[in-house]
């Protein structure tokens, strides 16, 4: 299995530039998370979506920030217009339903200027 | 509001030592507590999880001590080694299943050769 897929690694670009991160969920599981990785606020989860349905939105931090999951095998978290805070570690994770464990995938390190 | 509290934010242990790392919880709707180890450049990784119907799980080297009318687990590393040198995330979620996770601030572990 190939686990959890994202894109790019590293995104570098400059304030008020829209920026698109991409995730594969591992074949067969259901749930898809978002989370955000900073050194001030660790690990905040930011959307869940079960069934490519939006379940739980409360942690995305403001209307820059939109998550979409069109199929089972793709989603997407866009930031439009990006600002510097929002320079960070951004993970896709996913879990099969039924199950407890969550995958994560290796993160996209995104850098605004 | 912080609802999982994890200390301390990093630990320095000599090789063959014993690490430990502890969480505090705040909602008593968490039913799942799972231990994320993850190395620079990585995505989280689950390393052990407890129910709290259980007050102990061992597995390897590794320990999860449960006291639930504590709201407190922690995680226990037994002959440390340097490979085990890795960030450490505690995490909680809600009973219900494919919600997404809460996680403690992470603790820095060094192991010392």
């Known amino acids: 299995d190939a686990g959890v897929i994202q894109s790019p690694r590293h995104e570098v670009t400059e304030m008020g530039q829209e920026v698109t991160l991409r995730c594969k969920p591992i074949?067969?599981?259901?749930?898809l998370f978002w989370y955000r990785q900073t050194m001030m606020r660790g690990l905040e989860l930011l959307i869940y979506?079960?069934?490519?349905?939006?379940?739980?939105d409360s942690g995305m931090p403001e209307d820059r920030f939109s998550a979409k999951m069109p199929n089972a095998s793709f989603s997407t978290l866009k930031i439009q217009p990006s600002e510097p805070r929002d320079s960070a570690v951004y993970f896709c994770?996913?879990?099969?339903?039924?199950?407890?464990?969550?995958?994560f995938g290796p993160g996209t390190r995104l850098t605004v200027l | 509001q912080q609802q999982v509290k994890q200390s301390p934010q990093s630990l320095i242990v000599q090789k063959g030592g014993i690490s430990i790392i502890n969480c505090a919880y705040e909602n008593t709707a968490f039913d799942y507590f799972p231990w994320y180890q993850q190395f620079p450049g990585k995505g989280p990784a689950l390393l052990i999880a407890i129910r709290p119907d259980v007050s102990e799980k061992k597995e390897g080297r590794f320990t999860i001590s449960f006291n639930k009318s504590a709201k407190q687990f922690s995680l226990h590393i037994m002959d440390s080694q340097p490979g085990d040198s890795a960030t450490y995330f505690c995490?909680?979620?809600?009973?219900?299943?494919?919600?997404?996770?809460?996680f403690g601030k992470g603790t820095h572990l060094i192991i010392q050769p």
């Open positions: 995490a909680a979620r809600i009973r219900g299943g494919a919600d997404g996770l809460t």
């Open positions: 994770a996913s879990i099969r339903g039924g199950a407890d464990t969550q995958y």
């Open positions: 979506f079960n069934n490519n349905v939006p379940i739980d």
């Open positions: 074949s067969g599981h259901n749930s």
